[in-house]
Nanobody, 116 residues
Framework: QVQLVESGGGLVQPGGSLRLSCVASGSIFRISAASWYRQAPGSRRELVATIFLGGATNYADSVKGRFAISRDNAKNTVYLQMNSLKPEDTAVYYC??????????WGQGTQVTVSS
């Protein structure tokens, strides 16, 4: 079973930046698109960003221009660079396969809190 471990979250002021990392125990991201998702309290989990095998990326409108997803296949790791953070970005962030792919077990996520 592939395990996913997210890290890099924390408390940041509005306008600040964070870089999230997601390490997979296997090479799942070498054969599948990878995505970041987030879930705010009382809300459904939503898709934030996707990076496809060829390197193309896609973003939710709410984060376009502020977030950047990338991957390092040699390290089985996917990153999410988050800039110009807003309070509405507060959520638990998770990584997994792309939106059209079969999901692996979800990790514990990493909490991002944007507050002054």
């Amino acid at each position: 079973q592939v395990q996913l471990v997210e890290s890099g979250g924390g408390l940041v002021q509005p306008g600040g930046s964070l870089r999230l990392s997601c390490v997979a125990s296997g090479s799942i991201f070498r054969i599948s698109a990878a995505s970041w998702y987030r879930q705010a309290p009382g809300s459904r989990r939503e898709l934030v960003a996707t990076i496809f095998l060829g390197g193309a990326t896609n973003y939710a409108d709410s984060v376009k221009g502020r977030f950047a997803i990338s991957r390092d296949n040699a390290k089985n790791t996917v990153y999410l660079q988050m800039n110009s953070l807003k309070p509405e970005d507060t959520a638990v962030y998770y990584c997994n396969t792309g939106p059209s792919a079969i999901k692996v077990n979800w990790g514990q996520g990493t909490q991002v809190t944007v507050s002054s």
